[in-house]
């Protein structure tokens, strides 16, 4: 039943891969809601692999998983950077909170679950070293530095598409991509329809508006509008037991009483109760909505988040100093690293662990299309927060000790 092409490489026989793929196209057919995204609807713009047992979605999932830029999350700050506290949440558990949550949602609404892993594992995949503060910080830095070359804002959504379907080249379905981009919405709503009518065309468009400042996008998916709120129920009562943690909120008793009553303070209790609101009221429906009551009430509880917590960590005395301190370590490693390419110096990081990498430099679209001050933004963004800290470290001893040569010299001529 299995035919052996050489040592390395197998293929299932033909016969038994069409049963198997007619078998899962069928399940989904059957078992799937009428406004659910088909695995054979999947849309890929190059299509490099013939396609194998595996649904389009699935292999997305699987192409992700097994990209150089998902292996760095294990050390991406999700909220809380520079904490020495192992408890608190890192980027790669709160995608796989997302995917739990998303699933779980998408199941009951009779959604492509496959499409909802896919979206959910590589919605983060784009954030810059030290969470929301280094994305602010890295756009600031972009806008201040490069505005001969029109690189534009720094949005992380945006880099995880830049990540997976430029650098890494993976050729994702064009649903993916999509649900990628459009996680992101910076203002909150009570209901998500979903825009279907996009090609590649227009998602290509689509990403240069969003990085002028368009905020309205949608994803083109029901299962991309499951993620996006699903985000959210992630972060919410995580990001509030991680702050309690750490010191920076006294206890729960300082979140609104009507959020407290009707979502609750414990994690289980926030993700229970906004998922089966989202359930209740999107069931069977061609969008994903919440009650009115429980969207107002989010709301205000998000904006507790972002006052107490994202923006009020700093103005904490023991972090005050921190934003600054994060962005003359940008400042310095962009400067250097841009330098470095435009001098061509071939011993630099962004050589040995960006354009001279084996995968990267076969990419020769990449290479050739993306400007020194693109490359330097990819290779900075894909930095953990500890190799971060560890290039500014070295970066400061070599700068340190090329600046004592000369009074070495100067030492030894005189005696």
Known sequence: MINTKNNYSRELDEELKRKIKSYIL????????????????????????????????????????????????????????????????HRVLHVQLVSRIARTIGRALKLNEDLIEAISLGHDIGHAPFGHIGEKILSEVLSENCKEYAVGRFLHNVQGVQFLDKIEDCDLTLQVLDGILCHNGEDHKQKLEPVKDKDWEKFDIEIEEVKKGKKDYVPMTLEGCVVRFADVIAYLGRD??????????????????????????????????????????????????????????????????????????????????????????????????????????????????????????????????????????????????????????????????????????????SK
């Open 240 to 413: 509030l037991e991680d702050a309690i943690e750490v010191g920076l909120i006294e206890s729960k008793s300082k979140v609104p009483e009507h959020c407290r009553e009707k979502i609750g303070v414990k994690n289980h209790e926030i993700v229970n109760n906004l998922i089966i609101d989202l359930i209740e009221n999107s069931y069977g429906k061609d969008y994903i909505s919440y009650s009115r009551e429980m969207s107002d009430c989010l709301k205000d509880y998000i904006d507790f988040n972002y006052g107490h917590i994202y923006d009020g960590m700093y103005e904490h005395e023991e972090r005050s100093g921190d934003k600054e301190k994060i962005k003359n370590m940008y400042e310095k490693l962009f400067e250097t690293f841009l330098e470095d390419i435009i001098k061509e110096n071939k011993k630099s990081e962004i050589y040995r662990q960006l354009i001279d990498l084996d995968w990267v430099s076969k990419n020769k679209k990449y290479l050739e299309n993306s400007t020194p001050p693109e490359k330097v933004r990819d290779f900075i963004a894909g930095m953990t927060d500890r190799y971060f800290q560890k290039t500014f470290k070295d970066l400061m001893q070599k700068t340190f000790k090329d600046s004592m040569i000369p009074q070495k010299i100067q030492r030894f001529t």
């Open 26 to 89: 069928d399940r989904e057919k059957n078992s799937l809601s009428d406004h659910a995204s088909k695995s054979e609807e999947g849309l890929r713009r190059k299509h490099y692999k013939k396609e194998d047992i595996r649904a389009a979605y699935s292999r997305d999932a699987d192409r992700i998983i097994h990209t150089h830029a998902y292996s760095r999350y294990i050390d991406k700050t999700q909220v809380f950077f520079l904490v020495d506290n192992d408890h608190t949440t």
